[in-house]
């Protein structure tokens, strides 16, 4: 059974810091990319940063460069993603993802439709 598990959220006042993790199993972790998403109220969901395990590439919207890191360890099969400098606006639900590094088509690793696995979500909450 595939499992996609997050947790390190929480509530933080801007210019805090909070790092994610997300746990995965059932599935050979080093074939995959993991991606991490947000969704607001009202708003789509959104990507947010990615790492393709294998060949240890990351992508970061341009929202987040600079103040967020993404990062693994293969040994535990977990995923991080480090946000430093949290701003109110970064206040979302926070989803990782699992997606096959070799079924990534269009050329971006931040469509919701690239990604086959999916995690429950943890809240994030910035504080002004």
């Known amino acids: 059974e595939v499992q996609l598990v997050e947790s390190g959220g929480g509530l933080v006042q801007a210019g805090g810091s909070l790092r994610l993790s997300c746990v995965a199993s059932?599935?050979?972790?080093?074939?995959?990319?993991i991606g991490w998403f947000r969704q607001a109220p009202g708003k789509e969901r959104e990507g947010v940063s990615s790492?393709?395990?294998?060949?240890?590439?990351?992508y970061y919207a341009d929202s987040v460069k600079g103040r967020f890191t993404v990062s693994s360890d293969n040994a535990k099969n977990t995923v991080y993603l480090q946000m430093n400098s949290l701003k109110p606006e970064d206040a979302a639900v926070y989803f990782c993802?699992?997606?096959?590094?070799?079924?990534?088509?269009?050329?971006?690793?931040?469509?919701?439709?690239?990604?086959?696995?999916w995690g429950q979500g943890i809240q994030v909450t910035v504080s002004s």
């Open positions: 993802a699992a997606g096959d590094q070799y079924l990534f088509v269009s050329g971006s690793y931040f469509n919701t439709w690239e990604y086959d696995y």
């Open positions: 059932g599935f050979t972790f080093d074939e995959y990319c």
């Open positions: 790492i393709c395990i294998e060949k240890g590439s990351t």
